[in-house]
């Protein structure tokens, strides 16, 4: 993510170094199962997560009990 956002301008390439490691810390203390099962936890129906930009971002939606 760093080295796209550094060809884009150095804004992006420091919203890369930092989402980068944020997001891998994220996943290794929840994995996506875990995050979806927290969802469904909370009343959320229908919990789906979708790949975005080539697997680069998760969207997680659902719908309310």
């Not at 884009?8 to 980068?20: A, K």
């Not at 810390?25 to 997560?49: C, F």
């Amino acid at each position: 993510m760093p080295g796209i956002g550094r060809l884009i301008s150095r804004d992006w390439y420091e919203v890369g170094r930092f989402l980068g490691p944020s997001i891998s810390e994220l996943y290794a203390r929840l994995p996506l199962d875990r995050q979806l099962e927290l969802w469904r936890a909370a009343g959320i129906e229908s919990v789906e997560a979708r790949a975005m930009s080539l697997g680069g971002g998760v969207v997680i939606g659902g719908n309310r009990a």
